[in-house]
């Protein structure tokens, strides 16, 4: 496993972040805790999720299956850089109080002792925003945000689905106050899905943050959607936005040129969909989110495949990106 440093940091994580979404809805504890174990043996120090993970009523199962992975010892922990995320609401017996959620100074005091208890930890390596809230301005945020890392709460604190433009003001208001500010960007990203280069990609450089891709087979896209519907379906490849994607004639083209042409190489797309996101200038790691030790090992194969500079035009052609900001719509 190759590492990197996380954005302007001296942090080094691993070039694939585990992400972890699917235990608890998808994959049980005990599964959930082999793949961890097997992640970190493959050298994957870097994990993702989200204090909302698990959804529902069971919102927050993600970080207690993470927790009691940490509470067997072994190292674990201090192995591990612990990324996690505020935002959604975290409202007890599934009321929606007003206070619950968002990036309130309030809230973000109450959303981290929440997390910690969870994750059975005593602090949080990378604390992101998990959307913006345009209600709360970011003097607010780095005050709570300061005060955590004081405390010894948290780290470092990283943003998931900002613009461009987010990123320049939150980073400007804490040097204003003397702050580190950003030092990553979670965003969507993948060959499918390219408008981050617009801006969000060069933002996140200019200001070194990490660029963390989120959904980088796009829902399944780009994993061999269309040879999986030929071969007998899937039901992942048939949902989602992988379904709401291939509704559009073009798309189908593209993804069912890229299956050709991947096939003609022997290559498995969503190792390739992989591969690509880490040639990408300003990107850390993207998150594999997988649901079973197979898809897991799939990631791995990834992170070692060397992709020509033929192939790359190829996928270019293919699924051409925005081009940067402003020429991208202007002249």
């Known amino acids: 496993m190759e590492y990197t440093q996380l954005g302007r940091t001296g942090l080094k994580v691993s070039r694939l972040v585990l992400g972890t979404m699917n235990f608890g809805p998808q994959t049980d504890e005990a599964d959930s805790h082999a793949i961890m174990d097997a992640a970190l043996d493959a050298g994957i120090n870097f994990f993702d999720t989200a204090n909302v993970y698990g959804w529902g009523d069971d919102k927050g199962r993600t970080e207690e299956i993470i927790g009691t992975w940490f509470a067997k010892g072994g190292g674990r922990r201090e192995k591990v850089v612990i990324g996690t995320k505020v935002f959604g609401n975290m409202g007890a017996d599934g009321a929606d109080w007003p206070n619950h959620d968002r990036l309130s100074a309030v809230n973000i005091r109450r959303a981290v002792e929440g997390s910690l208890r969870r994750l059975q930890t005593d602090h949080i390596d990378l604390y992101q925003f998990h959307h913006v809230d345009r209600a709360t301005p970011w003097e607010e945020i780095w005050q709570a945000v300061d005060v955590l890392v004081q405390q010894g709460k948290i780290v470092y604190a990283g943003s998931s689905n900002h613009a461009g433009w987010h990123i320049a003001q939150a980073n400007e208001t804490a040097r204003r106050r003397g702050s580190l500010g950003l030092v990553s960007e979670q965003c969507l990203y993948n060959l499918a899905e390219r408008r981050a ?92 989110g997988p649901r079973t030790a197979d898809q897991l090992a799939s990631a791995l194969r990834a992170a070692e495949l060397e992709l020509s500079g033929e192939l790359l035009a190829q996928l270019d052609e293919i699924f051409p990106g925005p081009g940067p900001s402003p020429e991208a719509f202007a002249w």
């Open 197 to 288: 280069e617009m801006e969000v990609v060069p933002a996140a450089q200019a200001y070194g943050l990490g660029v963390i891709p989120w959904s980088p087979l796009h829902g399944g896209l780009l994993g061999g959607v269309i040879r999986k519907e030929r071969e007998g379906g899937s039901a992942r490849a048939a949902s989602g936005r992988s379904a709401d994607a291939l509704a559009s004639t073009k798309v189908r083209e593209q993804v069912q040129a890229y299956e050709n042409l991947l096939d003609k190489h022997g290559l498995a797309p969503g190792e390739v969909a992989l591969a690509w996101l880490l040639t990408r200038p300003g990107v850390t790691g993207p998150i594999v």
